[in-house]
Every structure is written in structure tokens, then in C-alpha cells.
């Protein structure tokens, strides 16, 4: 099936940009929705070992990929220990 | 120690908190009710003043609707309460 999808390339070379939008787009999705499923600290995926994975990250560990008005180094831990 | 009263004294709200950046804010009014509630039981095992615990007690009743504490709080009485504390 490749073949053919190459060969009809070959004969429209205006196809290609579909092929790379439509790719790029679908390459973006896949690789937001992996950073949710193993990255996300809401994601709990061995309920035994690792029950509440959002305990797991330091107080001033960034999860989010913008951030405009926070200033993440100044952080610290609020609550005592137990 | 001291630290922490000072911290109670000039509480004025829940601060940012690092583990839940977005705007639901459901986790950690579940995990700061834990976190009082285990909190409390730890230190009492230990025998020490459980004082330090109102921190986490401030920052869920100033985060949490107070229909789901009172919630919970029957919950927890009758035995049904779905946290592990």
C-alpha cells in the first residue's frame, strides 16, 4: 500500500504538503496525549507502588510547558513533615 | 516549629501549590484533607503535638466547598470514607 501511495506522489507532487500536515498533525497528537498518559503526576498506573503520584514531585518541579507569572525557583515546601 | 506558628500566624490563603499548576483545584483539596487527617494520626502514634497539622486544615478549608467536608467528615465517621488515611 505504501507503493502505491508513493507512486501516486510521484505523478502529484502537490500531494505532498498534504502528507506532511496531515502527518505533523497527527505526530503532535500522539506525542501530547503520551505526555499525558506518562508524564501527567494525575496518572497513576501501578496503584499499588505508586498510588499518589503527585506526592512524588518536588515543590518547585515545573509540569506545565509555559509558564508566564511564576517564578518556580522560588519555591519551597509548605506543609510540615510527618 | 516556631516556624510553622509563624506560618499559622500570617496565613492568609492557600498558596500555590506546585503539584497542581491548572485550575482544577479538586486534587488538592483531596490530598491537603489526606494530608491533615494522616498527618494528625502520625504524629499521635508518635506522641508529639499534633499542632503543626492545622497547616494542611487551614489550606483545605480555605480550598474545599464545604458541602464535601461535611461530606467527608460522615464518611469517615461511618466507616465509609474511600481515602487511605
Known amino acids: ?82 | 516549629m516556631e516556624d510553622i506558628q509563624a506560618k499559622l500566624q500570617n496565613y492568609r490563603t492557600a498558596p500555590f501549590d506546585a503539584r497542581f499548576p491548572n485550575s482544577n483545584q479538586t486534587r488538592n483539596c483531596w490530598s491537603n484533607y489526606l494530608d491533615f487527617y494522616r498527618c494528625q494520626k502520625a504524629l499521635d502514634a508518635k506522641g508529639v503535638d499534633t499542632a503543626p497539622c492545622d497547616w494542611y486544615k487551614r489550606v483545605f478549608t480555605s480550598i474545599c466547598p464545604i458541602s464535601w467536608v461535611q461530606k467527608w467528615n460522615d464518611q469517615r465517621e461511618e466507616g465509609n470514607f474511600p481515602g487511605k488515611i
Open chain 1, 1 to 82: 500500500m505504501l507503493w502505491v501511495i508513493a507512486k501516486q506522489l510521484k505523478s502529484h507532487p502537490a500531494l505532498i504538503p498534504l502528507f506532511v500536515f496531515i502527518g505533523g498533525g497527527a505526530a503532535m497528537s500522539i506525542a501530547y496525549l503520551s505526555r499525558l498518559a506518562l508524564r501527567n503526576p494525575d496518572v497513576s498506573w501501578d496503584r499499588k507502588n505508586n498510588p499518589e503520584p503527585w506526592n512524588n514531585m518536588k515543590p518547585d518541579q515545573q509540569y506545565k510547558l509555559f509558564t508566564v507569572n511564576m517564578d518556580y525557583s522560588k519555591l519551597k515546601k509548605e506543609g510540615p513533615d510527618f
